[in-house]
């Protein structure tokens, strides 16, 4: 479904990612992970179409995407939900909502979207007509989510959903994705720690310093230090 | 008591220019982080258009001399067309650039309009009467305000309210309130940014042709900086209002041509001459003591 | 010690850059004035004045990164300040009867005026920057440009000192190229001293990184007030020899055109370097007068070629627009002459290194 | 710091914590994403001001002064980010610690930034541009800045991120000698558990922006509590990173 081939981005004038090649299918959920800086976000920006890589392409349902712009990435069907949720706080929920929805109906989407939503995030609807910067974290990414899927996307990038969250919270926002994959959407998630790769993930791909260090199918990994030994480049 | 009274209207008449002027660098501003100065230059052009190419001090009237109704569409228009040129020829291309760059792009600009005018036109300030029986007295409770100041007070008021609500209830609203906060994300989520700013440039250009309309009634003359000054006075109101927030900007915008008639009215005769001066050291003071504007602060988690 | 040869190599650093750049130009001064056509050194006067003026906004600008719109209120401060001083002693307490006695009734002579008007410029900065330097580097930008308006509404109505709108005239004429090629000197001497001072230092640090800049214990505030000071005390002397070179003010010459034509020579030479100030300067002024000369009409093949009125400032926007759009950092590209280099191979090739210290790596 | 809570709208960030540090030692606060230890550095250098709690340097309090002042009573910083000033070269970066905070002199501030980019191995990159180094260096020359400024106590913010083991293993080697080279306190913030256990002589532990565990890098390993906080539920326990 996505496909990077030999993508190299920069960060402002530091290389930030340097020659990724990588292969996600249809219907799976895919884990990121590395340490800080290396270069995770960086790639889900670039995909999103929101930085411009300096080598490499990008292709989406067999469809360049690289060079895009994030507004018609995000009407490709991409849609990604950003490190430190991104809601906009001075906006009300229904707003922030309706925005989504707005890239959602040029793919056929219409106002039932918005009622499925809202079903897998109550909170949401009781706080309909709040403002978005008076929700906790939780709820934030909650509604980071909920947006992103109103764009009705046949792919969601999720930068670090457990970022800043209590333990319990994370648990919430991973039972909401795993609902989602159970509806069979892809999703790239990216994280720091691998601890719910396991549970969650049907791959892995470990990024350090810009380049992939490790990666697999979660199902044939039987020993973990392999993938330790990538994360931290030694063991 | 009375020259009290006179002196708000006076100042809320004032202040609703400023206000809408605020609101037009506020929506570039939020998106852009750029400060418009060709803002003046929709004024400006707007206002010379009423009069025939000429340099003569009382030129014969083109625009100004068409029925009423044709004359305001026509110059709101050109005000829409020479914002939208200037946002595709002159900000497009370095829509990325530092705000340092941008600010002086904006001011280069502006310079460039400005002497493009004047090569036509000439420096010489000129006269022009359009609606000279909007100048007429007219009583109201108990006071005598020239029938220019509450028209002026309608228009601004009424197109303020028009743009809140679209602002607040239309799609595109909800689109350029989202992209002043969060640009980037906007665009992630699929707003398109050539159509949002050129929206916001568009409505810019259509109430910098408002203002020209009601500040040329209000005068009478044409002069090559008329719009610097009110622009300049009008973007310290966003940043008094707060930046990204339009509903401070026009907060701002009130407040500034309150305080600039109410100087006017109660300084010493002497100190009167000096009232731009205050205003501006005023705007400035404002912002030492606030240096997020007046509700920025209060409005993280507010409805704009 | 090795640190103090690694210390005095750095090429940004080197004494012969401010002599590279002073020099030429003094010989200039001294062969327009002593052996030149008047017309020319009356065009290199103004060069000269404009490059004092082009150098202040660079001394605050360059190190702090907020690019001043209000220099010109300096200029014209320190213009009228040593108008004051010395302008037609029997007019005065008729004319401008407000002045204090001392001032209304005597003359003093034309330098330590000059001096004394730079320092009235600096005093102001100093006051207004105390307020102005606390806000974001886009507010302070605007609030310099708030500066100007405010000078010109001061000084535009303060009829028994400025004559209001009026032009002042009767101001001695004593400014020469020389005259003002030592102003040129001292400018270039004072801008390389502060860039590669501690405050140009951490202005500069805390321009590229102003959380970390604080973490460093600097105190931006106090370095900028210092920079802004320092820069209008020299706008004050440009607009003090702009004054005596033409013999008349007036507050209309304080404005917009003016700040518009500094700027552009400053963008266009461009900001990060002293280099990059002193070749906008010539660029801009060759432009200008190249136009002028176009616009007063000129024979080409027997037929007079004239552009329209406007054509000089409409031409320097346009290039300013062009070299914003397509060379943000200004032709000199933040680089400033490698005098060594150049002395060392006795070519004409002059190499270009950056400005900011240190740089073996850049190239 | 003393019993310093810090709350951002109805986030708690940090939440009653205690911390102090040992001078002359090097202490190490890990914890899981969202702990607070970025929080507790920025409170501690006074770029967060706390909405409860002290925050003592010895017997004098410093709770809501600038972050210019805590830097110039010796408490300086690294950031996670570098922020090195990129427009600089590496010794004025250094330099301009030494200047800001004990106001030398040019030229004497870069005799003391080369000695210490000597010591830290970056000495042969003096004169370039910061922006310009691999990543690597730059989160060492951001520690030399650290340390130039004359501190008592360094906090550096994860200086290991993103390197790689040769990078790494130095970086170890330096943060272990600065206590006993430079006579100051070290708190190191890391991810990364091999550059904590190696390097820190004690270790404090953070989650949920409260102090769950603090002891010896043995102590502290064993910690139930600090498993359960790093491994998740116990359902979902795949492996410690």
Not at chain 2, 108 to 137: C, D, F
Not at chain 4, 109 to 115: D, K
């Amino acid at each position: 479904m996505l496909t990077l081939r030999n993508l190299a981005v920069n960060y402002g004038a530091v290389p930030a990612i340097h020659d990724v090649s990588a292969e996600f299918e249809a219907g799976t959920v895919n884990f990121i992970v590395g340490p800080n800086g290396a270069g995770k976000s960086t790639l889900l920006l670039t995909i999103a179409g929101a930085l411009r890589p300096r080598m490499g392409s990008i292709s989406f349902r067999g469809k360049t995407i690289s060079g895009m712009n994030p507004e018609d990435v995000a009407s490709q069907g991409c849609s990604l939900v950003p490190e430190g949720r991104q809601v906009f706080s001075r906006l009300t929920i229904n707003e922030n909502l309706r925005l989504g929805s707005i890239a959602g109906r040029r793919k056929g989407g219409s106002s039932a979207d918005t009622e499925e939503v809202l079903s897998l995030f109550p909170i949401l609807r009781e706080r309909y007509s709040q403002a978005a910067g008076t929700l906790s974290g939780g709820e934030q990414q909650q509604l980071s989510i909920a947006r992103a899927l109103l764009t009705r996307p046949e792919l969601l990038l999720i930068d670090e959903p457990s970022l800043g969250l209590a333990p319990l919270v994370v648990d919430g926002v991973y039972e909401i994705l795993r609902k989602l994959k159970n509806d069979s959407l892809t999703m790239i998630i990216v994280e720091q720690q691998a601890t719910r790769v396991r549970n969650n993930g049907d791959t892995v791909t470990v990024v350090r310093d810009g380049h992939v260090a490790f990666s697999s199918k979660v199902s044939t990994i039987s020993d973990y230090s392999e993938l330790e030994k990538a994360y931290f480049g030694f063991s | 008591m009375s020259y009290f009274l006179q002196s708000i209207v006076d100042g809320a008449s004032l202040g609703s220019i400023y206000a809408l002027i605020a609101l037009a660098i506020g929506f570039v501003f939020g998106i852009l982080r750029l400060i418009n100065f060709t803002q003046s230059d929709y004024i400006t052009y707007c206002a010379y258009a009423l009069i025939i190419p000429s340099t003569a001090a009382m030129p014969a009237l083109f625009i100004g001399a068409w029925p009423a109704a044709l004359m305001v569409i026509s110059v709101l228009l050109i005000g829409v067309v020479l914002a939208l040129l200037t946002e595709r020829f002159a900000f497009r291309a370095i829509r990325d650039a530092e705000p340092e760059i941008l600010l002086i792009s904006s001011f280069a600009t502006s310079y460039l309009l400005q002497h493009i005018l004047m090569a036509v036109y000439s420096t010489r300030p000129k006269s022009v009467s359009i609606g000279n029986w909007l100048g007429e007295p007219v009583a109201f409770a108990g006071l005598r305000v020239p029938l220019i100041q509450l028209v002026t007070l309608g228009v601004t008021g009424a197109a303020l309210i028009a743009l809140v609500a679209m602002l607040r209830y239309t799609e595109f609203g909800i689109k350029i309130r989202a992209a002043a906060e969060n640009y980037r994300m906007a665009r992630l989520l699929g707003v398109r940014a050539n159509a949002v700013i050129a929206g916001c440039f568009a409505i810019s250009g259509l109430i910098g042709g408002a203002v020209s309309l009601l500040l040329v009634a209000q005068t009478g003359s044409l002069d090559i900086l008329m719009g610097v000054s009110p622009v300049i006075i009008a973007f310290f109101a966003t940043v008094i209002g707060g930046m990204g927030s339009l509903m401070g900007a026009v907060l701002g915008g009130f407040l500034v041509g309150m305080v600039s008639q109410l100087l006017q009215a109660y300084l010493p005769g002497e100190a009167r001459e000096f009232r731009d001066a205050f205003l501006f050291a005023f705007t400035i003071l404002v912002l030492i003591a606030r240096p997020n504007g007046l509700i920025a602060s209060s409005a993280i988690g507010q409805r704009t | 010690m090795k640190n103090n040869r690694f210390v005095s190599s750095i090429p940004g650093d080197t004494w012969l850059l401010p002599s590279a750049l002073a020099i030429p130009l003094g010989v200039v001064a001294v062969g327009v004035q002593y052996f030149g056509p008047p017309t020319i050194a009356v065009t290199v006067t103004e060069i000269y004045i404009r490059l004092v003026a082009a150098l202040a906004i660079y001394m605050f600008s360059s190190n702090t990164g907020i690019i001043s719109y209000g220099h010109v209120a300096f200029m014209g401060i320190g213009a009228y300040a040593s108008a004051w001083q010395t302008c037609c002693v029997m007019m005065k307490p008729i004319t401008m009867h407000g002045l204090p006695a001392f001032l209304k009734t005597a003359n003093f002579p034309v330098v330590p005026s000059a001096i004394a008007a730079g320092v009235l410029a600096a005093v102001v900065a100093l006051v207004a920057s105390l307020v102005i330097m606390r806000l974001n580097s886009i507010a302070a930008a605007i609030a310099t440009f708030a500066l100007l308006f405010i000078f010109q509404s001061v000084y535009g109505h303060w009829d028994s000192v400025t004559m209001g709108v009026s032009t002042m005239i009767g101001l001695p004429q004593y400014v020469t190229p020389v005259h003002v090629w030592i102003w040129v000197a001292i400018a270039i001497l004072v801008a390389f001293i502060l860039q590669n001072s501690s405050i140009g230092l951490m202005l500069r640090a805390s321009r590229d990184e102003h959380t970390a800049a604080r973490a460093c214990g600097a105190r931006i505030l106090k370095y900028r007030v210092i920079a802004f000071t320092i820069s209008a005390f020299f706008a004050g002397i440009a607009g003090v020899m702009l004054g005596h070179r033409i013999g008349t003010i007036s507050v209309a010459t304080f404005h917009l055109d003016l700040t518009f034509l500094l700027l552009a020579m400053v963008v266009v030479g461009g900001l990060r370097s002293l280099s990059g100030v002193v070749l906008g300067v010539i660029i801009v002024s060759v432009i200008m007068e190249v136009l002028r000369l176009f616009q007063g009409g000129v024979s080409i093949g027997g037929q007079i070629v004239s552009l329209p009125a406007g054509s000089v400032q409409i031409g320097i926007a346009l290039v300013m627009i062009l070299v914003l759009r397509f060379r943000p950092d200004g032709i000199a590209k933040g680089l400033e002459f490698d005098v060594k280099r150049w002395l060392g191979r006795s070519s004409d090739e002059v190499a270009l290194r950056r400005s900011d210290s240190g740089s073996s790596a850049a190239e | 710091m003393e019993g310093v809570g810090v709350r951002f709208g109805r986030l708690s960030a940090l939440d009653g914590v205690d911390l102090k540090l040992r001078p002359n030692s090097v202490t190490g606060l890990i914890g899981p994403n969202g702990a607070g230890k970025t929080t507790a550095v920025n409170v501690l250098t006074g770029f967060q001001k706390p909405t409860s709690g002290k925050i003592f340097l010895g017997s004098q309090e410093l709770t809501g002064h600038t972050p210019e002042e805590f830097a110039r009573q010796g408490v300086t910083r690294s950031f996670q980010s570098g922020r090195l000033f990129s427009k600089l070269s590496v010794i004025d970066n250094v330099a301009s610690a030494a200047i800001g905070i004990r106001r030398l002199g040019r030229t004497k501030a870069r005799e003391h930034a080369y000695g210490i980019l000597e010591w830290i191995g970056c000495a042969d990159v003096a004169s370039a541009f910061a922006g310009t180094l691999p990543h690597g260096v730059q989160q060492r020359v951001g520690l030399a800045r650290a340390i130039a400024g004359f501190p008592s106590f360094i906090l550096l913010d994860e200086p290991a991120a993103g390197l790689g083991r040769t990078d790494c293993d130095g970086l170890i080697a330096l943060i272990q000698k600065i206590p006993s080279k430079f006579e100051c306190g070290v708190l190191l913030i890391e991810h990364n558990m091999t550059v904590i256990m190696n390097a820190c002589s004690s270790i404090v532990v953070f989650a949920g922006g409260r102090r769950i565990a603090e002891g010896t890098p043995a102590e502290v390993a064993h910690d139930a509590e600090v498993r359960r906080a790093y491994l998740g539920s116990a359902n979902e326990q795949t492996m410690a990173i």
